[in-house]
C-alpha cells in the first residue's frame, strides 16, 4: 500500500505486521519432537486438516516483533506519561509492584481445574479480598466472577430478578420495570435488558440528582423491580438522598442496584451498604487500580446485602474450619437459588492479585487517604477552572468535575475541539459528551494519582485553549496539530467499513 | 435555516411525504438529516412489508447516534431506496431527492390530512428551538 | 501513601486553596449518618518486601502449579516466547484506556486491527471483534446473536461443550426468551449427534465444540450442512485454539459464527483468568456482532489510522437496544494473543499443533496399551483424549499426584457423575517425552497395586 508518510520518521510509520512479512523469517524455537512421529494421516485424515498453509499469517523475526510492538506503542498516551482524565474511568497509577505479585509463578502457572486442596494459596487470595470487597461496601455477599463492570451490571440485575421471583412467585412477572436515571452509562439500560426488564428513565433535577418526585410517581405504579444508580452520580454528585431513594424503592418493593463506578469517592468515607443499596458492582480495573490494558482486562466483582447471597453466581469462594483449627478454603457450587455462572471458570484471576495487593499496600489508613486526594484533585480542577468553564451544576463536586462547552461553543469551539487540543497541551482529553443529558459535557476526574504541579498545569492548559477559542478558533477547531495523524474521517469509516487487512490483490476485488 | 420545499407534507418525527396517486414516498427532512450529522447507515424495511402510522420501518445512523424512521401514514412497503446501502451520504447531501428511502401503497388517503404543510412544519420547528 | 504524589503538607495548602478547612469537609455533601466514623476493618499497609512475602507463601500452597500436568479442558499450558510479557510491560500498552482518542490511541487500534486479521485468518471467517471477556461469554453471546438474525428462539447445543461453557449460556438465555436444546453425544464416535427431527424452522443455531469437551474434532461440514438445510447458523466454539494451527478452519467448514478462548495463545494459565474470546462471523453479520471494532480511516492528508468503529450497535449509543452490555473487553489480553500469533507466525503456529498432536498420539499409544484401560471414542482427536480407566479416576489421579508429582488430567466425574472412570487428558507441546512416560508409567503402577 502507498501511504502518504505522518512524517519522514520510520518509527511514525510502522507498517502492519502482514505487510512486514517476509516468507522465511521466524521469531521462534520450539525443542525438537521427542516422540516417534505418527503419519499425519493416522492421526487426522485430510479432510479435517487445514489446506491454506496459513496463507497470509505473518512471518517475521523477533527483533521485527519487538520493533513493530515498540514502534505503535510509542502512538499511544498512557498513564506513566502523565494525567488522563477521563471521567468515570478512574485512570489511577497502576503499580509495578502489584504487576510482579501477578506474575508469581505459583499463581501465573495455577490451571483452574487444579484440586481445591492443590490451590489453597489461591482459594485464599480469592476468599480474603471477597472479606475485604465486603468490608468496604458494607455488603456481606461477594462473588468475584464477572469479568467488567458490565458484566457485574449484569450477574447483579439478574440476581434481583432472581430474588423477585423467589419471594414473589408468579407474581413477579408484574414487576418487570428497571427504573435508570437519564444520566447513567449506556451499560445500564443494555444490562437490565439481558436480564429481562424494561427500562424506564428517571429525570434529573436541575441541581443534578434523581427527581424523587419523579421516582415516587414511577414507584407508584407498582411493576418496579428496582433501580440501578450510579452514586456519587455520572455528574460527579453525591446524590444526597440517597437513604430516601433507597426508602422509596424498596417501600415499593423493588431493590437497589449501585453501579460502583464511582466508588474512588467513597472507599473507607462511606458505605453503600449503610446507605441501603442491596446489591453494587465494583470496577477493579478503576477503584482498586488494576490496569485498563486500552480496553481491558477488567474485573467487576458483586457485592450484596445477605438477603441477595443466595443468589450469586457459582462457585463460590468459601472458607472451612478455623476457629482454632486450620482454616482451609473451597469452592461451593450447592446454591440452588444462584443464578448460575456467568463465566468460565472463577473470573479474572490475575485482577484479584492486583486489587488485593492493592489494598494491602493501602492499608485501612492508605484507602482513606486515596479517597481524600482524590477528591481534593477533582475540587482543585472545580476551583481552577471555575471561572473560565461553565458548570452545569452548582453541588460541590466529589471525585470529578463536569463542566460544559456553553461559553467557548458561542464562537464556534465545541467539547470535542476543546479536547483535541487538549491533546497539543500533552494531557489525554476527559470524558466528553457523557452523560448525556448535559449538552457539551466535559467530565473530568483526576484520580489521586497526580501532583499538584501537574494540576496547576492542566487548569493552565484548559484556560489557555478557552482563550485560544475566542482570539484564535481555527487552532482548536483544526486540533491536534502534534500528533503523528489528524482527525480522522469516521463517517468514512463506518460507511465502508474496512476490518480486517487483506493482501492487496485480493483487497483490490474485495 | 432548513430547507422546507413546499409540496411536501411533513410528521412532526421529521420524516416527509411526497403523495402521486395512491402512492407516497417517505424521506426525512433537511433539518433531521442535519442535526443527525453525516449519515453511514440507513436500515430499510422490505419490500411487502406493512406498517401503522407512526409505525417504525428502519432506522438512520451517524457515526454516534441512532434514529429511529417512522412512517408518517400506514401502507405497505412497494420500493425501497436500495442505493442508499452503497451512499448513505445521499441522505444529507439531498434528503428530498435521491435521499428518499421508501414508497408506499397508502393504507387510508385520509391520513395525509393529519400531517403538516410546508408552513406548519416551518413554524413547528421554530417552536423547537 | 506512597502512591499519593501530593504530600499532606501539600494537600493542607491544597484545602485552603479550594476554601476547605479539613479534608473531612471534602464530604460535606453525604449524610452525616452513613459517613463512616471508624476506619475500615482492613489490616494495616504492608511494605513492598512484606506484601511479597504474604504472595509468595500463598503462592507456595498452590502444590498443582509446580508439578508436570496433563489438564487442559479449557486451558491449555503452551509456550509462550518472552517477549509477549515483555512488550505487555510497556506502560503505553498496559497502563492505557480504551482507544476513545485515535489521535493518541493509534498504538492499541492498529494492534487491535491486526488481532482482529489474525483471528479471520485462523478461523477462516470474515470479520472479527475486538475481543470478548473469554471462550464461555463468547459462546453465550454467539447464542443471543443467533437469535437476533434469524429471529428464531430454539438453540440445539451439542452435550459436548465444555460444560461450564453450557453453563454460562444457560444464565446468559434465561430471561431472553430462548430454549436452550441438547444435542447428544454419539457414545461410539465421541462426536455430536444431531437426531432426525432435532432440526426445524424453529432452530436458530446449531452450537459445536470442535475439538469437543471430550477431545474428538467433530465433522464441522456435515453439520454445517445439516443446520443450514433448516435455515439455521452454525456456531462453532473452539476452546483450544492451538487446534486452529492444523485442524480445517470452521470457517472453510461452513461455520457462521465462531468463538473461541484464546488463552492458549501465550496467555498464562493464572488460575482461568484474565483470558480472551475470539469472536468471529460473516461479513452479512457485521452490524449484529456484540463488542468493539476496529476499522481503517483516513485523516485529511490520505494518512491511514484505525479508529472504533460501526459504535451504533453498542451500549454507548444503543443503550438498552445494543448488541450487547459489553463495554470493557480484554484488550491486553488480545494484544498478548497478537504478538503471540505474530511471533510464532504462518509457521510456527502449525509447528505447535502439530506436537501437540503428535505427543498426544504417543500418550494416547501407550496409555490404550495399559492393562484395563482403554479409549471409548473412535473420532480423532487433536491433543486431549478421554481414557477410561479400570478404578475410579479420581482415586488415580489423587494416586499421582501424591506419588509420582503428577497432575495426570482431569476426572470426568467433576463435571459428569456417571463417568466415574473417565479421564481427560491433555498434552501439549510443552509436555516432553519423560513427562508422558512417567503419567504412563505412573498411571501402570496405581492400577497394578
Not at chain 1, 470 to 480: C, K, M, R, S, T
Not at chain 3, 315 to 338: D, F, M, P, V, Y
Not at chain 3, 428 to 448: H, M, P, S
Request: include cysteine; proline fraction near 5%; aromatic fraction near 6%.
Amino acid at each position: 500500500m502507498n501511504q502518504p508518510k505522518a512524517s519522514p520518521h520510520i518509527t511514525q510509520n510502522e507498517a502492519l505486521v502482514f505487510e512486514r512479512s517476509q516468507p522465511g523469517r521466524r521469531g521462534y524455537m520450539l525443542p525438537a519432537l521427542d516422540v516417534e512421529e505418527t503419519p499425519i494421516d493416522e492421526l487426522l485424515p485430510a479432510e479435517f486438516r487445514r489446506a491454506d498453509d496459513l496463507e497470509g499469517v505473518p512471518e517475521l523475526s523477533e527483533p521485527d516483533v519487538v520493533r513493530h510492538f515498540t514502534r505503535i506503542s510509542t502512538w499511544n498516551y498512557n498513564i506513566d506519561l502523565g494525567l488522563y482524565p477521563l471521567g468515570s474511568c478512574t485512570m489511577k497509577y497502576n503499580s509495578r509492584l502489584n504487576e510482579r505479585v501477578a506474575r508469581i509463578a505459583g499463581f501465573a502457572n495455577l490451571h483452574p481445574l487444579a484440586s481445591e486442596e492443590d490451590a489453597q494459596g489461591a482459594l485464599e487470595v480469592m476468599y480474603e479480598l471477597q472479606e475485604h470487597l465486603a468490608e468496604i461496601t458494607g455488603l456481606p455477599g461477594v462473588s468475584l466472577q464477572p469479568a467488567a463492570g458490565a458484566h457485574g451490571e449484569m450477574t447483579g440485575v439478574m440476581m434481583i430478578r432472581a430474588f423477585l421471583d423467589k419471594r414473589d412467585g408468579e407474581r413477579s412477572a408484574g414487576r418487570r420495570v428497571m427504573l435508570i436515571p437519564d444520566s447513567a452509562h449506556g451499560t445500564n439500560p443494555a444490562s437490565a435488558h439481558l436480564s429481562g426488564f424494561t427500562v424506564k428513565t428517571i429525570r434529573s433535577t436541575s441541581e443534578g440528582l434523581t427527581d424523587l418526585e419523579h421516582l415516587r410517581e414511577l414507584c407508584a405504579s407498582g411493576d418496579v423491580a428496582g433501580l440501578m444508580l450510579t452514586n456519587p452520580n455520572t455528574c460527579g454528585i453525591f446524590e444526597r438522598n440517597i437513604q430516601e431513594i433507597c426508602r422509596i424503592v424498596h417501600d415499593a418493593g423493588g431493590l437497589v442496584y449501585m453501579d460502583g463506578a464511582n466508588m474512588n469517592a467513597l472507599v473507607g468515607v462511606a458505605r453503600p451498604g449503610d446507605m441501603g443499596v442491596d446489591v453494587i458492582h465494583l470496577n477493579l480495573h478503576k477503584t482498586f487500580s488494576t490496569p485498563h490494558g486500552g480496553g481491558g482486562p477488567g474485573s467487576g466483582p458483586c457485592c450484596c446485602t445477605s438477603e441477595l447471597e443466595p443468589f450469586l453466581p457459582v462457585p463460590r469462594v468459601v472458607a472451612r474450619g478455623g476457629e482454632g483449627g486450620e482454616r482451609s478454603f473451597a469452592l461451593d457450587s450447592e446454591r440452588p437459588d444462584s443464578i448460575g455462572r456467568v463465566k468460565a471458570f472463577y473470573g479474572n484471576f490475575g485482577m484479584h492479585l492486583r486489587a488485593l495487593a492493592y489494598i494491602l499496600t493501602h492499608g485501612r489508613a492508605g484507602l482513606r487517604e486515596a479517597t481524600e486526594a482524590a477528591v481534593l484533585n477533582a475540587r482543585f480542577i472545580a476551583v481552577g477552572l471555575a471561572d473560565t468553564f461553565d458548570q452545569p451544576f452548582t453541588s460541590p463536586p466529589m471525585h470529578e468535575v463536569l463542566f460544559t462547552d456553553r461559553r467557548q461553543s458561542r464562537k464556534g469551539a465545541h467539547t470535542l475541539d476543546i479536547a483535541k487540543r487538549l491533546i497539543d497541551y500533552g494531557f489525554h482529553p476527559m470524558t466528553i459528551y457523557f452523560p448525556l443529558i448535559v449538552q457539551g459535557a466535559m467530565l473530568i476526574e483526576p484520580t489521586e494519582s497526580v501532583g499538584r504541579a501537574e494540576l496547576q498545569q492542566f487548569v493552565d492548559a484548559m484556560k489557555e485553549i478557552a482563550r485560544e477559542a475566542v482570539e484564535n478558533p481555527d487552532l482548536v477547531l483544526g486540533a491536534p496539530h502534534t500528533t503523528r495523524i489528524g482527525r480522522l474521517d469516521e463517517a468514512a469509516a463506518a460507511r465502508k467499513p474496512v476490518l480486517r487487512w487483506r493482501p492487496e490483490e485480493k483487497a483490490a476485488t474485495a | 435555516m432548513a430547507n422546507v420545499p413546499e409540496n411536501l407534507q411533513y410528521s412532526k418525527d421529521h420524516e416527509w411525504l411526497r403523495v402521486e396517486g395512491d402512492t407516497g414516498t417517505v424521506g426525512i427532512t433537511d433539518h433531521a438529516q442535519n442535526s443527525l450529522g453525516d449519515v453511514v447507515y440507513v436500515e430499510l424495511p422490505k419490500v411487502g412489508e406493512t406498517f401503522a402510522a407512526h409505525g417504525t420501518f428502519g432506522s438512520v445512523e451517524s457515526v454516534k447516534a441512532v434514529s429511529e424512521l417512522y412512517l408518517p401514514v400506514g401502507g405497505e412497503v412497494t420500493e425501497v431506496n436500495e442505493s442508499l446501502q452503497d451512499e448513505p451520504e445521499k441522505v444529507n447531501t439531498d434528503p428530498y431527492g435521491e435521499g428518499w428511502m421508501v414508497r408506499v401503497r397508502l393504507a387510508d388517503k385520509g391520513e395525509v390530512d393529519g400531517l403538516l404543510t410546508a408552513a406548519e412544519y416551518e413554524d413547528y420547528l421554530k417552536s423547537e428551538e | 501513601m506512597r502512591y499519593i504524589p501530593n504530600s499532606p503538607e501539600e494537600r493542607q495548602e491544597m484545602l485552603q486553596t479550594v476554601g476547605l478547612g479539613s479534608a473531612e469537609e471534602l464530604f460535606d455533601s453525604i449524610p452525616a449518618d452513613v459517613i463512616l466514623r471508624a476506619p475500615l476493618n482492613v489490616p494495616e499497609a504492608l511494605s513492598e518486601v512484606e506484601l511479597l512475602a504474604r504472595f509468595e507463601e500463598m503462592a507456595a500452597r498452590n502444590t498443582a502449579a509446580r508439578r508436570p500436568s496433563f489438564l487442559g479442558a479449557g486451558a491449555y499450558s503452551h509456550y509462550a516466547p518472552t517477549v509477549i510479557d515483555s512488550l505487555l510491560q510497556r506502560s503505553e500498552f498496559f497502563t492505557a484506556y480504551t482507544p476513545y482518542q485515535p489521535e493518541i490511541s493509534q498504538g492499541t487500534l492498529q494492534a487491535i486491527f491486526e488481532f482482529q486479521t489474525l483471528v479471520c485468518q485462523l478461523t477462516g471467517m470474515d470479520v472479527a471483534n475486538a475481543s470478548m471477556y473469554d471462550g464461555s461469554t463468547a459462546m453465550a453471546e454467539a447464542v443471543l446473536m443467533a437469535e437476533r438474525v434469524t429471529r428464531r428462539s430454539r438453540v440445539l447445543v451439542s452435550a459436548a461443550v465444555h460444560p461450564e461453557y453450557l453453563h454460562v449460556a444457560e444464565t446468559y438465555v434465561a430471561h431472553a426468551g430462548i430454549e436452550l436444546v441438547r444435542a447428544d453425544v454419539d457414545e461410539a464416535t465421541g462426536r455430536t449427534r444431531i437426531d432426525e427431527g432435532a432440526l426445524d424452522e424453529t432452530v436458530a443455531a446449531v452450537v459445536v465444540q470442535s475439538p469437543n469437551f471430550f477431545g474428538c474434532v467433530e465433522d464441522l461440514k456435515a453439520e454445517a450442512e445439516r443446520a443450514h438445510a433448516a435455515g439455521a447458523l452454525l456456531v462453532v466454539v473452539v476452546t483450544e485454539s492451538a487446534s486452529l494451527g492444523l485442524l480445517r478452519s470452521p470457517g472453510e467448514c461452513g461455520a457462521d459464527v465462531v468463538v473461541a478462548e484464546g488463552q492458549s495463545f501465550g496467555v498464562p494459565l493464572s488460575y482461568g483468568g484474565p483470558y480472551v474470546g475470539l469472536f468471529a462471523t460473516r461479513e452479512k453479520f457485521a452490524r449484529q456482532l456484540p463488542g468493539r471494532l476496529v476499522g481503517v480511516a483516513y485523516d485529511k492528508e490520505g494518512r491511514r489510522g484505525f479508529v472504533l468503529t460501526l459504535a451504533t450497535r453498542e451500549q454507548h449509543i444503543r443503550r438498552e437496544k445494543a448488541t450487547s452490555n459489553i463495554c470493557t473487553n480484554e484488550g491486553l489480553i488480545a494484544l498478548a494473543a497478537t504478538i503471540y500469533m505474530t511471533t510464532m507466525g504462518r509457521k510456527g503456529l502449525q509447528e505447535v499443533a502439530a506436537q501437540c498432536a503428535q505427543k498426544a498420539a504417543y500418550a494416547r499409544k501407550q496409555i490404550a496399551a495399559l492393562e484395563g484401560f482403554e479409549l471409548p471414542y473412535s473420532a480423532p482427536v487433536f491433543n486431549e483424549f478421554v481414557v477410561r480407566a479400570p478404578a475410579p479416576a479420581e482415586d488415580l489421579l489423587r494416586r499421582l499426584a501424591s506419588e509420582r508429582q503428577l497432575t495426570g488430567g482431569l476426572a470426568l466425574s467433576r463435571f459428569y457423575a456417571e463417568r466415574p472412570r473417565d479421564l481427560l487428558v491433555c498434552v501439549t507441546e510443552t509436555n516432553t517425552r519423560a513427562e508422558i512416560d512417567a503419567l504412563v508409567a505412573g498411571l501402570k503402577q496405581v492400577t497394578a497395586s
